[in-house]
């Protein structure tokens, strides 16, 4: 399978990987320091990818040019998981990946900036369903505190972070100069790993690492191995496979994926009404899926 078929199965591989990481990152994200459990989990992640690329053939010449493009698109996944975690300390999981269901509006937004990627008609209308969706699970079905515009703080610093991941998709197509998603992704995991550990320094000497609950160690390699080196390598694949909006379009199938992996954790389900949220943002998928 190639070209956009690829790129669609990649992205919903994606969505189901990175929903485990909602469902889990909330279980261990007041356990330690989300710059310091970052730090960690992106030098695994780099590790793993970097074993991956050295052993089909290692970075080529032309790969280790403007490693300025690998700094600075850490910066922006790093910023986004760092306050990903910091939001997943008293935002729920279902509402937090509701937010991330705004990120392709926002993508769009910084596609047609940096890429000039114009929106069709069905695209928008896709686009507003499932931010309409996303408010209606954000606010969670309460339509008083939506007309109070009464959200959580942990939401809105995820919000900020899903900001920093629209930026990242549309770049990773403006700054790739040929080099495999594999390769790309290893010089963005090993810049975000040193980002970090510079930023989390403290943390990371603070944190009493023999003491830590196991699942801070299960979100850590979960985070590693599956929400950051496979989702990184799957999102940059995709990114040079589809336009910017439909890569991000998938995030509109996380709150589902998220209440799956709940209730697999031993959770309950959500409100009937928050529900009906869900289902719009999935109407919004099927939308963009349609497109063209």
């Not at 010449?61 to 910023?79: C, G, H, I, S």
């Not at 109070?148 to 900001?163: A, D, L």
């Not at 629209?166 to 975000?192: H, I, M, Q, W």
């Not at 929400?227 to 890569?247: E, G, I, M, Y």
Request: net charge positive.
């Amino acid at each position: 399978m190639t070209g956009p078929r690829a790129g669609h199965l990649a992205m919903l591989v994606f969505s189901m990987l990175v929903a485990g990481s909602f469902a889990l990152g909330a279980l261990a994200a007041n356990e330690m320091a989300p710059s310091a459990l970052n730090a960690v989990r992106f030098w695994i992640a780099a590790g793993v990818i970097g074993a991956v690329v050295f052993a089909t053939g290692g970075v080529s010449r032309k790969a280790l040019t403007a490693p300025w493009r690998y700094v600075l698109l850490a910066a922006f996944f790093a910023t986004y998981f760092v306050l990903m975690f910091e939001g997943l300390k008293t935002a729920p999981p279902v509402s937090a990946a509701a937010v991330f269901t705004l990120t392709p509006v926002l993508t769009a937004a910084f596609g047609w900036f940096l890429l000039r990627q114009v929106l069709t008609l069905r695209m928008a209308l896709a686009l507003a369903i499932g931010a309409l969706g996303a408010i209606w699970v954000i606010f969670r079905a309460d339509t008083a505190a939506i007309m109070r515009f009464e959200i959580g703080r942990g939401e809105v610093i995820y919000f900020w972070g899903c900001v920093a991941h629209a930026v990242y998709t549309p770049l990773v197509r403006k700054l790739n100069r040929g080099e495999t998603a594999v390769v790309f992704t290893f010089g963005v995991l090993l810049a975000g790993s040193i980002l970090l550990t510079l930023w989390g320094w403290n943390d990371l000497v603070a944190t009493d690492w023999v003491s830590l609950p196991g699942i801070v160690w299960i979100t850590i390699f979960y985070t590693a191995i599956f929400a950051s080196a496979a989702t990184f390598v799957l999102l940059q694949f995709a990114a040079l496979r589809l336009p910017s909006s439909k890569v991000m379009a998938y995030t509109y199938l996380t709150p589902s994926w998220v209440i799956v992996w709940e209730l697999a954790l031993g959770g309950a389900p959500p409100p009937g009404l928050v529900l009906a949220g869900l289902v719009l943002t999935v109407t919004a998928l099927v939308l963009l899926l349609r497109e063209g």
